[in-house]
């Protein structure tokens, strides 16, 4: 295994929510692994599905975001033990795998009108039909480069930590019209 | 707004994605073979027409990859998109052009 050098940490950069349509999450671990031809389990992730889609629960959950690229998230401290189950069930073959946990602000956005809140800034159909459970994608809200996941009751919105303060506040603004 | 047709992805807005100018211009093999005129022209010139056009595409907000698209440039329409290295496919609605 590689050494890894404890991480400097800065406090998040919202507080965590406390309910209602937009809510940011709790600080999670999450990683990004880039691997070529390859369909199965490694590390408890089911790394199968097709791309756009995400497998899992709504707090651990691997989103394929292009044909050799997957988000892990999973709950804060989980990490490093994912990390040597991923790095034991790849060994010999090539693949990158670079912890993100820190980069990225996680939003919940949930209700009957989520869908709506999210498409004032985002222009794919985001309806039952066109993106259903299970569904994950990168794509762009407002001026913001975000992930979308549609695992649980609600959506997911993953952002970087520098667009946390723009992305939540963008769709608080929008949530007024539908509190 | 133009729906952009990712191989990868499907069909997604415009705004997920950004044109890399025609595709299809290989490097030259040999770049000390050229004269100035010639890497010139490699370098800088492109075809402007007007009707199908090949394109590079990157699908940068979504899977983060790029391909090759057909595009009518007076009518904005894809006509088709295919995988980076593949050859440009036929189109029997090119109409001659
Ligand atoms: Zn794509």
């Given at each position: 295994?590689?050494?890894?050098?404890?991480?400097?940490?800065?406090?998040?950069?919202?507080?965590?929510?406390?309910?209602?349509?937009?809510?940011?999450?709790?600080?999670?671990?999450?990683?990004?692994?880039?691997?070529?031809?390859?369909?199965?389990?490694?590390?408890?992730?089911?790394?199968?599905?097709?791309?756009?889609?995400?497998?899992?629960?709504?707090?651990?959950?691997?989103?394929?975001?292009?044909?050799?690229?997957?988000?892990?998230?999973?709950?804060?401290?989980?990490?490093?033990?994912?990390?040597?189950?991923?790095?034991?069930?790849?060994?010999?073959?090539?693949?990158?795998?670079?912890?993100?946990?820190?980069?990225?602000?996680?939003?919940?956005?949930?209700?009957?009108?989520?869908?709506?809140?999210?498409?004032?800034?985002?222009?794919?159909?985001?309806?039952?039909?066109?993106?259903?459970?299970?569904?994950?994608?990168?794509?762009?809200?407002?001026?913001?480069?975000?992930?979308?996941?549609?695992?649980?009751?609600?959506?997911?919105?993953?952002?970087?930590?520098?667009?946390?303060?723009?992305?939540?506040?963008?769709?608080?603004?929008?949530?007024?019209?539908?509190? | 707004?133009?729906?952009?047709?990712?191989?990868?992805?499907?069909?997604?807005?415009?705004?997920?994605?950004?044109?890399?100018g025609e595709a299809h211009i290989a490097r030259p093999a040999d770049p000390n073979a050229l004269d100035d005129a010639q890497w010139a022209e490699y370098l800088f010139v492109r075809t402007s027409n007007?009707?199908?056009?090949?394109?590079r595409?990157?699908?940068?907000?979504?899977?983060?990859?790029?391909?090759?698209?057909?595009?009518?440039?007076?009518?904005?329409?894809?006509?088709?998109?295919?995988?980076?290295?593949?050859?440009?496919?036929?189109?029997?609605?090119?109409?001659?052009?």
């Amino acid at each position: 295994m590689l050494d890894t050098p404890k991480a400097a940490r800065r406090t998040p950069v919202l507080p965590v929510g406390k309910g209602g349509i937009v809510s940011p999450l709790p600080p999670a671990d999450r990683f990004v692994l880039r691997l070529k031809g390859f369909s199965g389990t490694a590390g408890g992730f089911d790394l199968s599905g097709a791309l756009n889609t995400a497998h899992g629960m709504a707090e651990r959950f691997a989103a394929r975001l292009g044909p050799d690229e997957w988000l892990l998230v999973l709950p804060e401290g989980e990490g490093a033990a994912a990390q040597a189950a991923l790095e034991a069930d790849l060994v010999g073959r090539f693949f990158s795998l670079v912890a993100v946990g820190h980069r990225n602000v996680g939003i919940a956005v949930t209700g009957p009108h989520a869908a709506d809140v999210l498409n004032a800034g985002i222009a794919l159909d985001l309806s039952d039909a066109a993106f259903p459970q299970g569904s994950a994608t990168r794509t762009l809200l407002g001026k913001a480069d975000v992930v979308v996941v549609r695992l649980g009751s609600g959506f997911r919105v993953e952002c970087w930590r520098s667009f946390a303060p723009y992305v939540s506040g963008f769709l608080t603004e929008v949530a007024q019209e539908f509190a | 707004m133009l729906l952009v047709p990712c191989p990868y992805c499907g069909p997604r807005p415009e705004v997920e994605f950004h044109c890399g100018g025609e595709a299809h211009i290989a490097r030259p093999a040999d770049p000390n073979a050229l004269d100035d005129a010639q890497w010139a022209e490699y370098l800088f010139v492109r075809t402007s027409n007007k009707g199908v056009h090949a394109e590079r595409w990157l699908h940068s907000h979504g899977c983060g990859r790029w391909f090759n698209a057909l595009r009518n440039t007076v009518s904005d329409s894809f006509l088709a998109s295919y995988e980076m290295g593949q050859p440009r496919p036929a189109l029997p609605t090119e109409g001659g052009k």
